[in-house]
């Protein structure tokens, strides 16, 4: 309480100081405002705290103010005793809303009602983002002061419920809360999401309107007492589609400015957001983790949970936001979400267009224009249409313009609607085709009315919006004039002057016109030529045939061809004549007809067949006449040619050329040409006709003139394109582009730049050709290798149909896509030739058909060439044994007195046995039939015991080799042979074979190579390095007991096992590693041989025969514990091999002490007792002490050892496999062990499961069912020995059932399926699998695999089901081979990559049903370093050329850069998944001011100046490893240096001066100016140089003027030879001393050589110009440029010289026109203001008063064509239309407008 006294004390202190300090400044204010007092913080004091007598003097302690500073008073304060209020304070604040205040004063010594101070708003704009708080500065003003004898740092308390006016500020970094104030300062928000305001201590209302009490309120839209409008509510629910192959897909799109968005996910999936800025900027949030945090400077609110995810964002959204999902799980997800979307495009009504008449009345429209409110712009139409709440207005119309017209021009001008928008016009199609080509037809058109937007398009409205100007009409007359005629001219006189002739006339096509034309029916056409007589008879012979017509008469006379165009019509079109067929007389002509067409879309002309084209086909040949033979004499008359062709004489003079202005210049720098363009004119009309029309000999010479004089700056100079380097697909084409710059266009001389100087952009080198999709083709891969090695082989390629598409991609197509023949898949190889051989053939029959025979064969030598022919020639190969080509034979028994007997086949009497040698022996005796495994240098005889065949025609093979007596190796003809010392290459299988049967004994060492003296090569890895092919063997076994085993335990399956020599070897030497056994004293035996040898023979003898030290077993006891070990894991294979071999010593040496203890006792009669026991007790007690021990000893690795009493080791756990089939106990009971299958049949009442496991510590044991613990309960029941039992098994128990050993060290899993007979089980899985390290990795089906490239990935199918079922494997839905199977239930995918991605599903089926599993394999790639990155190059061109940039590499790259400047590093890393990238500085996160660009590959440093020496790195991370990349920045300045001289400015004399050549380095290397001129220049001081006098030289004075200015004149210079001295001076030299260095200059020239000109003007042309006044029109002539003889030149050259005028106005009669005028049409109204009358303008000419064309009287104004009418009131006592539009008013609904319905009174009054 003494603290909290203390601080009212000293709160109340510091009030009065602030009311104190205020008063001054309130003294001072009031003195300003004559007397009103202002108390801007008075407020902040409150007023219980203050005594009355000091709040009277702060009152009225002040000068008595001026009444004329006061408001006047308003009514209700004259009627009170309170006088005006004052003028306003100022704002408490300058921006986010504040409070200001008026005061008044109490007029009465009364209390007066009411209050003597109001507030208002003010400041109502919102503050900039670095002004921070308004509240949180307040509490910062006490940082200065201290609190309990101390400074704190106060930060705000905002949204106290109890009073949020009063300052509660909290230290920073304690608990402490503390009231600093009773008040904060007026306009501080009560709470942080409120508008509301504290004044006074008060939590004030504010409206959204900033406006105190106000109650008004935001819309949904955020519009300040909005109705709503401006948005749309949208809500909706999106479900999940993705799955394992579709990652993420898109929930919903908000666009920019939304509001209140609220999205809730149930499922296991995951939200993230994307983001596009209206500048275009994209960036994505990843919404990790819950909390809030702003996007885009928009607040977003987002929770997390376990099943559902939420995000909230109050809005409005200063970005568009893309709402996506990803995958997270198998299960289903669905996302809810409501906000409210602004409406951006509203229709927007626009202001009345420009009246249609500027006078006399017209009317006006307004129209709607869409608007978009982000941009501030007008849009098209269609945007605004997507708001279904956007009703466009309708348009307005009115009158305007209703002055009358100035009664000085008499009509009203309409204004041109075509400039203004959008003003309805009529708007009429082209004309249609004319019905007749002459002779009068009609062609229509369609009008209607349409409006034009501000973007051009044009649309129909309603046709009373276009009826203020005549609708155009719509039909109309055409070709009205007659059609063209044939015209015959008069015959010519006869060709003979006596006898029969021939005569000619010309006939012509005339159209209406006059003029010959095309056109007329050529079957009406009159003959041309006709036989005359002369009767005059003729006294000379008469002519063979008729003398042909002159050559002028009969070029008149063939009719004129028309020119054919080719068309988009298949046409006719003919070629040009050939020449005539003869030089004189009469001949033929042909040409070329073809049908054609014009392909539009190529522009080409394609030959087409004749029968395509329509219509007569023209005349393919012809007569022609080439003047007379022999010198005949050809006459005609002058008056003919008159006839022909004076009829053109008029067209001469109506048509004539002139000059039109200059065609663009040739070069656009550097100096070109303009030429003159010249036409054929119309004098009278002035228009340019046909240019056949003028005379050809009066066209003017050609006109040029210089342009572009300026010179060319650099530019680039641009190759062809290269051919495309791809004919389909996408190829490349690449040019030549090189900067140059044209010094001479007269020498063409140009040079190649540095490409710095164009400024302009560098064109393109390399650009996309052929992009589109190329056919299907065959792609052959590579040739494999060779079928032979030697010889002629054959090499085989697949040819696969693929597409190469326009993207770059290939697509693999069926073979029935590829329309080419397919490529050779075989071609002979090219090898060397092969080696010599021996080639044998089958053995014949044997000689005899019964008894002894023998058997041969052929061998011939062949050598194989690389042609692949043979060679056969015996000398080639070494010589063939006798032995190889003849063998002996034996059939049965011969028959005796023809006796039938019973034919049986030979038999081989094997012993399947194992024999291990223990100790050293000296011969041993065997039967074949087993396995030996002996000590060296032991011998040994082999018998082969035969029945049914004779023993000398016995063979025998080792290694399948054929075995001949040796004197190593002896063969007896009883089938024996005798080994005599056994050394290692006596190791192999010996082979037996009598008739048809063979028998092998396979003979090993001990101790030798030849004897796997470990476990086999599965168990230990380095000896599948040492032993690739007995692994292959111990694989393909134990694949091979699998597979019987798992599939059930049928008494067929169980076969002889393929090869079990490779586990015989490990079993035995398992047995020989216990104590006792030779296995590890082998080589002790060769010191004790010496010794041996002294043996008596008789001891040699006895242990020959009774095998005393050699251990023997069955081999069907061996397969059994193969088989066994085979089902094992590798993890208990040394437990399980333990076990049995323990099981089978005992047995073995039980056998063996009862036959050595016979052995003993009738040794002992004749030998020393000590000799023999003592080795023999010596093993056997070493033995059968390691078999003494309890089985739990034996048969764990983990017991203690008996001998050494060593500790157990602690061991991981490990389940037992049993491969017993299940024992059904009785009817209704079975047992069984794990990795069997248990088919429930309906009798069945119990199944027990049993579970075996070893371990250190002891494991404990659990079940499972389908991968959920079991739920035990009176059916389910755990045995005390861990066993399941099931009692009463119903369906619903079927699956696969686990059992689960697990301690400290580890767990072992082993699965047993319980089913019924019918649809089959899968045991499936629900796990991903992630593998970035193991070379292989095995998964059961339904688990999701992601694994690197490379390994190997084996997929297990775990089936049971009764029928058997079968297992089918598929890849995306397609079947896959057999070749992709391990074996039933597994599928192995080899070395996988990118390719083998993919769904991979196992289907079982059996008779009864089907049922698939799936899992879904991933193929991951470490990120790794490309050699480029192609966003680099894209941000590069946007940041400038002053930015550098470097790609991070792994070994680190280095780039120096200068302080200050901007750096981009490039992290050019690829992966699957793509890698995300963390940039790192001196291996720390970026602390520097930076910005990640291209999805955080690029790393922009703003201002490198921030980062001291250090490397930056890329950490490149996926779920498949990490890559690290670095670079290290340089930072070094740029500085200009001036250690380098410029040359010289003079070789001599007294101004030579040298200046140092500034260049800009960067560590002490010259680079590009640029990089410096930021830099301030070093000041310069020029250096004299070449100090001394010059040698004599010429010295020349200017030109003089020239003599004449043009024709040519002379110019004189004076030439002296001097001397410059170092001083400066000149002194005169002779001649002789400057003609030794150089020629004297000359001192004469010529000069104006170009010609002298002159202006020349034609005759003026005719009166036919553009008519200017009545009777007055315009006319023209020739001005040009000639020299003075006549020689016509540039009109530049004439530029200096007054040029004459080229046109004059001139008297023409054409020129008398007027505007002709017709009366006015009847009014359309009677009265009111809406009538209007029309009346017909033309042009006529005076004395014809026919109509012309109307641009003739352009110069003389218009008269109206309309006007208004009968504009008086009308009668209100009669209800009439006064316009006789009503029934379209009435039609078109407008009666409801005012100007409408008075007009259309009758019509709307019905209506």
Known sequence: MAVAAGQRRGSAAFLLALALGLLAAAQVQGDQNQGAVFLREFTLIRRESLHDDFLSDLLHNHKTEDPSSRTARSEEDRDSLWDAWGSWSECSRTCGGGASYSLRRCLSSKTCEGRNIRYRTCSNVDCPPEAGDFRAQQCSAHNDVKYQGQFYEWLPVSDDLDNPCSLKCQAKGTALVVELAPKVLDGTRCYTESLDMCISGLCQIVGCDRQLGSAVKEDNCGVCNGDGTTCRLVRGQYKSQLSANKLDDTVVAIPYGSRQIRLMLKGPDHLYLETKTLQGVKSENSLSSTGSFLVENSSINFQKLPDKETLRIPGPLTADFTIKIRYAGAADSSVQFIFYQPIVHRWRETDFFPCSASCGGGYQLTSAECFDLRSSRVVADQYCHYYPENIKPKPKLQECNLDPCPASDGYKQIMPYDLYHPLPRWESTPWTACSSSCGGGIQSRSVSCVEEDMQGHISPVEEWKCMYTPKMPVVQPCNIFDCPKWLAQEWSPCTVTCGQGLRYRVVLCIDHRGMHTGGCTPKTKPHIKEECIVPTPCYKPKEKLPVEAKLPWYKQAQELEEGAVVSEEPSFIPEAWSTCSVTCGVGSQVRL?????????????????????????????????????????????????????????????????????????????????????????????????????????????????????????????????????????????????????????????????????????????VQACNRFDCPPSWYPTEWQECSQTCGSGVQKRDTLCKQHLADGSLLELPETFCSTPRPVAQ?????????????????????????????????????????????????????????????????????????????????????????????????????????????????????????????????????????????????????????????????????????????????????????????????????????????????AEEKHVNRILFNGSKAEKRGHLVDPSGWYDYIVSRLMQYRGWPGENLESWEAQESTERNASSEEDQSREYSLPFTMITEQKRLDDIISNLSQQPEELKDVYTEQLVVQLAHEVFKSHLEHQESVIRASRKGLDSTSVEHPVHRHVSGFTGSLRTSSAEAFLPTSVDPVNGLRRPHQKPAILRKISAAQQLSASEVVTHLGQTVVLASGTLSVLLHCEAVGNPKPTISWAKNGEEVKYNDRMLLQPDDSLQILSPVEADVGFYACNASNALGSDSVSIAVTLAGKPLIKASRATVINTESSAVTVDIGSTVKTIQRANVTISCQVAGVPEAEVTWFKNKVKLSFAHHLHDGLLLIPNVSLSDQGLYSCKAANLRGEVTESSQLLVLEPPRPLPYLKDLTAVLSSAGTSTRSVLTSSSGTNMTISPGSSALIGCAVDGHPTPNITWLYSGKPLSLRHRLLAAGRILQILNVSDAPDGEFSCLAQNEAGLLTQKTSLAIQEYQWSADKLMACSASCGPKGVQLPQLRCLLDGVEVNISYCKEKPKPALQPIACNRRDCPSRWMVTSWSPCTRSCGGGIQIRRVTCQRLTVKGNSVPMSNEACAQVSKRPVDTQNCNRQPCVEWVASSWGQCNGPCIAPRLAVQHRQVFCQTKDGTSVSSDQCSSLSRPLSTQNCWTDLCGVHWRVSLWTVCTATCGNYGFQSRRVDCVHIRTNKPVMEHHCSWRPRPANWQRCNIMPCENVECRDTTRYCEKVKQLKLCQLTQFKSRCCGTCGKA
């Not at 011969?894 to 000296?922: D, F, G, L, W």
């Not at 063969?971 to 006596?986: F, H, V």
Request: glycine content about 6%; aromatic content about 8%.
């Open 593 to 765: 007809v073809k049908c054609q067409v014009l392909l539009s879309f190529s522009q080409s002309v394609a030959d087409l067949p004749i029968d395509e084209c329509e219509g007569p086909k023209p005349v393919s040949q012809r007569a022609c006449y080439s003047g007379p033979c022999n010198g005949e004499a050809t006459e005609y008359a002058p008056e003919e040619s008159e006839l022909l062709y004076g009829s053109f004489q008029e067209f001469d003079e109506l048509y004539d050329w002139e000059y039109e202005g200059f065609t663009e210049c040739s070069e656009s720098c550097g100096g070109g040409v303009q030429e003159a363009v010249v036409t054929c004119l119309n004098k009278q009309t002035r228009e340019t006709v046909d240019e056949t029309l003028c005379v050809t000999s009066r066209r003017p010479p050609q006109l040029l003139k210089a342009c572009s004089l300026d010179p060319c700056p650099p530019r680039w100079e641009i190759g062809k394109w290269s051919t495309c380097s791809l004919t389909c697909g996408v190829g490349l084409q690449t040019r030549d582009v090189f900067c140059s710059h044209l010094l001479s266009r007269e020498t063409n001389e140009t040079i190649i730049l540095a490409d710095e100087l164009c400024y302009t952009p560098k064109p393109s080198l």
């Open 827 to 1035: 071609q002979v190889c090219e090898n060397e030739d092969c080696p010599s051989e021996w080639l044998l053939s089958d053995w014949t029959q044997c000689s005899v058909s019964c008894g002894e025979g023998t058997q041969s064969r052929n061998a011939i030598c062949r050598k194989m060439l690389k042609t692949g022919h043979f060679v056969i020639n015996s000398s080639l190969c070494p010589p063939l044994p006798f032995s190889s080509l003849t063998r002996p034979c034996a059939l049965g028994t011969c028959t005796r007195h023809n006796r039938p007997v019973h034919k049986q086949s030979p038999h081989i009497m094997a012993i399947k046995k194992v024999y291990i040698q223990t100790r050293k022996q000296k011969k041993l005796h065997f039967v074949v039939g087993g396995y030996a495994y002996l000590l060296p240098k032991t011998s040994v005889n082999l018998r082969c015991p035969t029945r049914r065949f004779r023993k000398s025609m016995i063979t025998w093979e080792k290694d399948d080799k054929r075995l001949i007596s040796s004197a190593h190796i002896t063969i007896t003809p009883y089938g024996l042979i005798k080994i005599n010392r056994l050394k290692p290459s006596d190791t192999g299988t010996y082979t037996c074979t009598a008739g048809s049967v063979q028998e092998h004994f396979v003979i090993k060492l001990i101790g030798s190579s030849k004897i796997i003296a470990r476990e086999p090569a599965s168990i230990r890895e380095e000896e599948t390095m040492r032993k690739p092919s007995l692994n292959e063997a111990l694989r």
